[in-house]
Nanobody
Framework: QVQPVESGGGLVQAGGSLRLSCAAS????????MGWFRQAPGKEREFVAA????????YYADSVKGRFTISRDNAKNTVYLQMNSLKPEDTAVYTC??????????????????WGQGTQVTVSS
């Protein structure tokens, strides 16, 4: 098992940047495919970004493509989500997740097995 723990959320103005971190306890993240999801009140959880294995293929939601970047540092056992040019519609609780098996597709939250508690990101207009 692996337990993701997110940090780095906060309040920023539109156009600003944040970097979210997801640290692992238990097994190393290198044994998992990693994804970031977000959920706003009254809305369904939606896919944000994913990375296959360590430094493998990456996937992004159209809404964040070109603004967000997923990366990982295996030495620190940490996955990151760099968020630039933030918009008010990015406001949500962001959660990282780990998949034991190759997610088919990586965008599906049903493919992930372990979830963090989430970190709040609020973007003011």
């Amino acid at each position: 098992q692996v337990q993701p723990v997110e940090s780095g959320g906060g309040l920023v103005q539109a156009g600003g940047s944040l970097r979210l971190s997801c640290a692992a306890s238990g097994r190393t993240f290198s044994d998992y495919h990693m994804g970031w999801f977000r959920q706003a009140p009254g809305k369904e959880r939606e896919f944000v970004a994913a990375m296959i294995w360590s430094g493998g293929a990456t996937y992004y939601a159209d809404s964040v493509k070109g603004r967000f970047t997923i990366s990982r540092d295996n030495a620190k056992n940490t996955v990151y989500l760099q968020m630039n040019s933030l918009k008010p519609e990015d406001t949500a609780v962001y959660t990282c997740a780990a998949a034991r098996f190759y997610p088919r597709p990586p965008q599906s939250d049903r493919e992930y097995d372990y979830w963090g508690q989430g970190t709040q990101v609020t973007v003011s207009s």
